[in-house]
């Protein structure tokens, strides 16, 4: 998230990006920078209403000086930094990024963005050799830190499980999920202040969990669907969604995107109300609203059932 601070206070200088003179403002992220003279960076666990975690790597430049490569997402911006953005040592790692992803998580429904990465930077996830056999519906759930079984390494590990499908409003696919942390940041202070689910385990055992891998009905889950909203992948989905694309009748090319205000109360919340043959499947809010900044609560976002 951006500082605060009036521009008017803040100073500004100068820097390089891929070796042209760019002058930027003080506080501002690399990122920011180099998308303010449309350099393009790939990201996967960055949105500008979340605070940056710094987990996909997807991000990195290369900054003169600095030992290592040097997330864009959350490195400010300083004067006279020499940024390169399109190196080989870049290009090399990104590259390497999207390869275990890809080997290991299904991107299929990822944002078309990442289709256009894999071609760019040449991956091929299958040199890793083929996904080993999916787990069986708890398995990962009951892992613990530390403890790995033994691999022969004949095939690529893989977090394919069983959907888990226990509330009426959403389902989860943790084939899909690549630990980005956005539903764990909207859960938390960034957004609901609920804390309904984290990080367990570690390693490739790690996974987005309840407290104490409970059911999400027993959970402190309050079904707002903020973190649905964030995902990247498709591993948190709502039920409509789901149930239109394994019956074959998904259709983007017949769907529309209808503008609303909400209902319920006085707040104003702005809604995008997604339709396909009529029928209302998903409901989202703007990023840019001053009100939302993209989150609804249980009522904004599931309670359309009354139109029908």
Not at 5 to 19: A, E, H, K, M, N
Not at 67 to 75: G, K, M, Y
Not at 173 to 191: F, H, N, Q, T
Not at 262 to 283: A, R, T
Request: proline content about 5%.
């Amino acid at each position: 998230m951006t500082s605060t601070v009036p521009i008017s206070l803040q100073r500004r200088f100068d820097l390089t990006i891929d070796g042209k003179d760019v002058t930027v403002t003080e506080g501002q992220t690399i990122l920011e920078a180099c998308r303010q003279v449309q350099v393009d960076i790939p990201t996967l666990c960055y949105l500008e209403t979340l605070t940056p975690v710094n987990v996909c790597r997807l991000c990195v430049v290369e900054v003169k000086g600095s030992r290592t490569l040097v997330s864009a997402c959350s490195r400010k911006v300083e004067p006279k930094m020499e940024i390169l953005t399109d190196s080989s040592r870049v290009n090399t790692s990104r590259r390497m990024v999207l390869e275990l992803l890809a080997s290991s998580v299904d991107l299929s429904l990822a944002d078309d963005e990442v289709g256009h990465w894999m071609q760019q930077y040449d991956v091929h996830p299958e040199r890793h050799g083929p996904q080993s056999d999916p787990a069986e519906e708890g398995e990962r759930d009951r892992g613990h830190a530390g403890e790995h079984k033994a691999i022969d390494g004949s095939t690529a590990e893989t977090v394919a499980q069983p959907i888990k499908r226990d509330n009426g409003q959403y389902l989860r696919d943790y084939s899909r999920c690549i630990l980005c942390y956005k539903c764990v940041e909207a859960c938390g202070v960034d957004a609901q202040n609920t804390f309904a689910i984290a990080v367990a385990g570690r390693g490739f055992e790690a996974r987005i969990s309840t407290e104490y891998n409970v059911a999400l009905p027993e959970s402190a889950c309050v079904y707002c669907g903020n973190c649905v909203a964030v995902c990247p992948t498709g591993a948190l989905m709502p039920t409509i969604e789901f149930d239109l694309r394994e019956s074959g009748k998904w259709d983007p090319k017949s769907q529309t995107v209808t503008q609303t205000v909400c209902p319920y109360c006085g707040v104003g919340c702005n809604l995008e109300l997604h339709v396909q043959d009529n029928q209302i499947f998903k409901v989202t809010s703007p990023l840019d609203h001053s009100t939302t900044s993209g989150n609804l609560c249980i009522k904004g976002r599931f309670g359309f059932e009354f139109v029908h």
